[in-house]
């Protein structure tokens, strides 16, 4: 099921949106990002100013990829946790099965408090996760998405009339 699109609805997002807030309260964190491993962002959560969240997403997945490469080398499945610390700034990031929590701090948090309370708050996002996929799966089971929807009505909404 990790090739299988993941169709949020609204509650199931509102869901994950809570855990992010609670999670940026209680780590002191800037920004909490949830991001497919293929890089497409999921959620956001945070002081975003002029950071650009989808090139982060894109990029927290090509380093987990990147480092997942290594583990295997070394004869690890993979590495759960990434940090990397820079002056002001810094990104820890879990993975979490197919998603990845991208937490960016700085000196109003330390590593190991976002280390602590992404792992509290993990079981949590897996949990939701699970319903998500499950509720994804019954939805394109039942009828794909947009199933309804005819050429004629997708033809009048590009027409100039």
């Known amino acids: 099921m990790a090739d299988s699109p993941i169709l949020m609805r609204e509650q199931r997002y509102h869901q994950i949106k809570a855990v992010l807030a609670r ?65 002001r700034e810094s990104i820890h990031i879990s993975v979490i099965g197919r998603v990845l929590l991208v937490v ?25 996760l699970v319903e998500i996929e499950r509720e994804s799966q019954d939805s394109l089971n039942n009828a794909p998405p947009f199933a309804e929807i005819t050429d004629d009505e997708i033809d009048s909404l590009f027409s100039q009339t």
């Open 23 to 87: 999670l940026r309260l209680d780590a002191a964190a800037r920004v909490v990002v949830l991001v497919e491993k293929d890089g497409q962002q999921l959620a956001v959560h945070g002081e975003l100013g002029e950071l650009d969240t989808t090139s982060l997403a894109a990029l927290a997945a090509g380093n987990v990829a990147a480092t997942g490469g290594m583990a295997q080398l070394i004869g690890e499945k993979e590495f759960p946790t990434l940090s990397h610390e820079g002056e």
């Open 104 to 128: 960016v701090f700085d000196e109003r948090s330390s590593l190991g408090l976002v280390k602590l309370r992404s792992k509290q708050v993990s079981p949590e996002i897996a949990a939701a």
